[in-house]
């Protein structure tokens, strides 16, 4: 019997990236244990933690000022004369020929908890929810849960047609309970259904484009809706229907 | 872009304040190779690259600095010594603020901007293996930082 090896966890994380070499993959594949399972979802969380961390830090990026008083901050790093210089970033958009890629305008008319959902979202690719690994009977514990969260039951939105439900977190906006549904469509777009708790008056299903995504949102008089992913409006808007029949309350 | 560039320059620095100046600064020197820039390449990376090259040289420059990047790349501004000044919303930040700075950027490239090991590697000037154990070192302590750990 060939004694079983011990992994490290730079070797875990290169398998759980894709980066490890075939015969790593294949020792680790013939040795899966509970136990190294274990280690593999606590290496897993340590990623989603820092996936949502620069998710968030996206949104506090200062805007890309390119008007000729957008005088750069002393800072401490250097003398704000080596820095300094005016419209840097226009000079730079000029001569790169770069008009639409730096300071793309903002959606001002979107609302901010939508902008730090898309930003967010922005970042889920088809193996980002592949790997979340929860049973149908976690998921159920799970979304029990965060119903008793925003007092309304969400087990419905789960078994929505079109899309395959793959799991559900607590997320937070502005101190308020912010819960994330996240789907993937049969051509593995992700898609993300986002409940925020707030009070305020009722809206109908209204569609957007957001960090290049399509979105929908909606609003009864306790939740507020945002559906976002992938690039189909009509698929958006006929899901946001959908989700709008299943859990619109009063 | 210029928000990614930003983002970069903060996983690089841990301060805002200092990633304003770096990302400001990257665009000035990027503004004087204008003409180096070859349009069928990846900008972001060239910029993320000049973004490299200005820290560790300011980091040089200021020998007042109380760690040297050339003595101990892994201890480079940390968020924890700069707390007075950061100005950043830290509930924000705080899961990967007490991260190396060598561990944030290869999170960040890799994880986020989508490097292969290879591609974080050749950007960082270091081999394959550091990117590894950095990637998993992060992954770890932002585990534990969480309660994953027993």
């Known amino acids: 019997m060939t004694p079983k090896q011990a992994f490290t966890d730079e070797e875990l994380t290169a398998f759980l990236d894709g980066e490890a070499p075939a015969e790593l993959c294949q020792n680790i594949e013939a040795q899966m244990s509970p136990e190294l399972e274990a280690r593999m979802a606590l290496l897993d969380r340590g990623k989603e933690q820092a996936i949502q961390a620069f998710a968030a830090a996206l949104n506090h990026a200062p805007d890309c000022d390119l008007s000729e008083s957008a005088v750069p901050h002393p800072g401490t790093m250097r003398p704000a004369a080596v820095f300094g210089g005016l419209g840097l970033v226009a000079g730079l958009v000029l001569a790169l020929g770069l008009g639409t890629w730096f300071g793309q305008p903002a959606d001002t008319s979107a609302e901010p908890w939508h902008v730090e959902v898309a930003a967010y979202h922005a970042l889920y690719v088809e193996q980002t929810l592949n790997a979340a690994n929860m049973t149908a009977e976690e998921n159920a514990q799970r979304l029990q849960a965060l119903s008793a969260v925003l007092g309304r039951d969400l087990s419905a939105a789960a078994e929505i047609e079109d899309l395959k439900f793959v799991r559900a977190q607590q997320l937070g906006f502005e101190g308020a309970p912010l819960i994330q549904m996240a789907f993937l469509a049969d051509d593995g777009t992700p898609v993300a259904l986002c409940i925020l708790r707030q009070q305020g008056g009722a809206q109908d299903v209204a569609q957007t484009n957001l960090k290049g995504m399509s979105g929908a949102s909606w609003a009864d008089n306790n939740l507020r809706f945002f559906l976002i992913g992938g690039n189909d409006g009509n698929a958006t808007k006929r899901q946001a229907d959908a989700f709008h029949a299943l859990l619109v309350g009063a | ?150």
């Open chain 2, 1 to 150: 872009m210029f928000p990614r560039l930003w983002r970069y320059c903060l996983a690089l620095t841990g301060r805002r304040d200092l990633a304003d100046d770096l990302a400001q600064a990257t665009c000035a020197r990027a503004l004087e190779k204008a003409h180096l820039f070859d349009p069928d390449t990846h900008l972001d990376r060239w910029l993320f690259r000049m973004a490299q090259r200005l820290w560790l040289n300011d980091i040089r420059a200021q020998k007042a600095r109380p760690v040297a990047a050339e003595t101990d790349p892994d201890e480079v501004v940390s968020l924890q010594s700069s707390t007075e000044t950061n100005i950043f919303a830290r509930e924000v930040f705080s899961k990967i603020e007490t991260l190396p700075a060598p561990q944030r950027v290869a999170i960040l490239l890799v994880y986020v901007e989508g490097y292969t090991y290879a591609e974080a590697a050749e950007a960082q000037d270091v081999p394959i293996g550091t990117i590894m154990s950095r990637l998993a070192a992060a992954r770890r302590k932002l585990a534990e930082d969480t309660g994953g750990v027993q």
